[in-house]
């Protein structure tokens, strides 16, 4: 059954793709939000959570970028709590013959995680 076909059933192969990734980020934002770091640490932490994501069943790729100022500032020559402040992040799950690619950026203040695509392999 194609992913336009009415599917009483089940979840369409899109929407099985777009929920492994949203597993992803709840696995690492979870996983990960309130671990101490520090502007030295921060891209040891980051290369972590990429690993760590990559290993689930999936998992094209993970990139997670910090955001070095805000980090520093927070920090105060010391170290804070990790949030989805000091991180943009984009995961890539391929499962059946969809690719999906979403990113986690703050937006008004808030972690925002969404879908950017979903295309066929």
């Given at each position: 059954m194609s992913d336009s076909e009415n599917n009483d059933t089940g979840p369409t192969k899109a929407e099985s793709a777009c929920f492994e990734v949203g597993i992803k980020f709840g696995s690492l934002y979870h996983q990960f939000a309130g671990t101490p770091v520090s502007p030295e640490s921060a891209a040891s932490l980051a290369r972590a959570m990429e690993d760590a994501i990559e290993n689930q069943p999936h998992c094209e790729s993970v990139t997670v970028e910090m955001d070095d100022d805000a980090l520093a500032a927070a920090a105060d020559g010391g170290y804070t709590e990790l949030t989805g402040r000091f991180m943009t992040v984009k995961i890539v799950v391929a499962r059946e013959d969809r690719t999906v690619t979403a990113r986690?950026?703050?937006?008004?203040?808030?972690?925002?995680?969404?879908?950017?695509?979903?295309?066929?392999?």
């Open positions: 986690m950026a703050m937006d008004n203040g808030y972690p925002l995680m969404e879908i950017e695509s979903v295309e066929n392999r």
